[in-house]
């Protein structure tokens, strides 16, 4: 399959998913030098090979329509994990829910409450508010003192990369499930997943968490 197929494939999939309301989020993915990055207000459900923009690799576009404006997000998650080949942000409702509330942790938005957010993302921090589009949404990536895969944007949203397009799809699925359950256990008396058990289960599965 080509890059533009799975990068169709994809949209459909977070559609489906129920994570992309709208027109709203967006995708990419690197394919060698190139950056294949969804358009600017493109439905994931609906996309067209004509919906994607190329760029290299400092985002400049090469080829295809205006991209998202969330170019500078993309850059620096892809420069924060090097090994990791897609990125997706969503405005999930979950997710959206959590990131309007007080962060668990300095470290984390979300609290250890199951083992499979360990699993397919860590820890997630909560990034300080930038207007949607503000290249200022990069630079807060790449000054956050915390490794992580993902991260809730203040009062916006969600957004995780993966070592493919497949596998950040299904830790953004486990993001918002994760968010879904903070969301519902909010304010009652939790029982959190134990610290040492959370360094097993994120050392086992190669997920950024910090103590």
């Given at each position: 399959?080509?890059?533009e197929a799975?990068l169709?494939?994809?949209?459909?999939?977070l559609?489906?998913?129920?994570?992309?309301?709208g027109?709203?989020?967006?995708v990419?993915?690197?394919?060698g030098?190139r950056?294949l990055?969804t358009?600017?207000?493109?439905?994931l459900?609906?996309?067209e090979?004509t919906?994607i923009?190329v760029l290299d690799?400092?985002g400049n576009?090469?080829?295809?329509p205006?991209?998202s404006k969330?170019v500078?997000?993309?850059?620096?998650?892809?420069?924060?994990?090097?090994?990791?080949r897609?990125?997706?942000?969503?405005?999930?409702?979950?997710?959206?829910?959590?990131?309007c509330?007080a962060?668990?942790?300095e470290?984390?938005?979300?609290?250890?409450?199951?083992p499979?957010?360990?699993?397919?993302?860590?820890q997630?921090p909560?990034?300080p508010f930038?207007a949607?589009?503000?290249?200022?949404?990069?630079r807060l990536?790449?000054?956050?003192?915390f490794?992580f895969?993902?991260?809730?944007?203040?009062?916006h949203?969600?957004?995780?990369?993966g070592e493919?397009i497949?596998?950040?799809?299904?830790?953004m699925?486990?993001?918002e499930e994760?968010?879904r359950?903070?969301v519902?256990?909010?304010?009652?008396?939790?029982r959190l997943?134990?610290?040492?058990?959370?360094?097993a289960?994120?050392?086992q599965?190669g997920m950024?968490w910090?103590?």
């Amino acid at each position: 399959m080509s890059a533009e197929a799975r990068l169709i494939a994809a949209g459909r999939a977070l559609v489906e998913a129920g994570l992309s309301p709208g027109s709203s989020g967006n995708v990419s993915l690197r394919d060698g030098d190139r950056i294949l990055m969804t358009g600017t207000g493109t439905r994931l459900g609906l996309l067209e090979p004509t919906d994607i923009a190329v760029l290299d690799g400092e985002g400049n576009q090469l080829s295809g329509p205006k991209p998202s404006k969330e170019v500078a997000l993309h850059l620096a998650l892809y420069a924060k994990n090097p090994d990791h080949r897609a990125v997706v942000h969503v405005h999930s409702p979950f997710a959206v829910a959590v990131s309007c509330l007080a962060p668990w942790s300095e470290h984390s938005a979300i609290p250890p409450l199951t083992p499979y957010s360990l699993m397919r993302v860590g820890q997630v921090p909560l990034l300080p508010f930038a207007a949607p589009g503000d290249p200022a949404m990069g630079r807060l990536i790449t000054d956050s003192a915390f490794p992580f895969r993902g991260a809730l944007l203040a009062n916006h949203g969600a957004v995780v990369s993966g070592e493919d397009i497949e596998r950040a799809i299904d830790s953004m699925v486990e993001f918002e499930e994760a968010c879904r359950i903070t969301v519902l256990t909010d304010g009652a008396d939790r029982r959190l997943i134990a610290p040492d058990q959370v360094r097993a289960i994120t050392g086992q599965w190669g997920m950024p968490w910090s103590d």
